[in-house]
């Protein structure tokens, strides 16, 4: 079965710092771009941050740039999106996604181009 498993959600106080974890299973994701969304109760979901296959480009929404950080292992097949200084409008599911189609770039968030979806993970920042 192919999938994406996030973990690493949790509730933190503002200022605070979480790492996300995406693990693939069924598939390696040394060919995938991978991309990191979230969604806040009533929003869209909206891109946070990418990386492409080999990890050489990463990219970040303007609201989160500086506060996270992509990363990946391909050795373990797992991407990581490490969160700091957070703030409650971090508040939200956050998803990762995997996309093919030119793995090799980071140009935008657009959804339907990813294959595989995780289940999401809740993040909540309050204090």
């Known amino acids: 079965q192919l999938q994406l498993v996030e973990s690493g959600g949790g509730l933190v106080q503002p200022g605070g710092s979480l790492r996300l974890s995406c693990a693939a299973s069924?598939?390696?994701?040394?060919?995938?771009?991978i991309g990191w969304f979230r969604q806040a109760p009533g929003k869209e979901r909206e891109g946070v941050s990418c990386i492409t296959s080999r990890g050489g480009v990463t990219t970040y929404a303007d609201s989160v740039k500086g506060r996270f950080t992509i990363s990946r292992d391909n050795a373990k097949n797992t991407v990581y999106l490490q969160m700091s200084s957070l703030k409650p409008e971090d508040t939200a599911v956050y998803y990762c996604?995997?996309?093919?189609?030119?793995?090799?770039?980071?140009?935008?968030?657009?959804?339907?181009?990813?294959?595989?979806w995780g289940q999401g993970t809740q993040v909540t920042v309050s204090s």
């Open positions: 069924g598939f390696t994701l040394d060919y995938y771009a």
């Open positions: 996604a995997a996309r093919s189609k030119n793995y090799y770039a980071c140009s935008g968030y657009v959804r339907y181009e990813y294959d595989y």
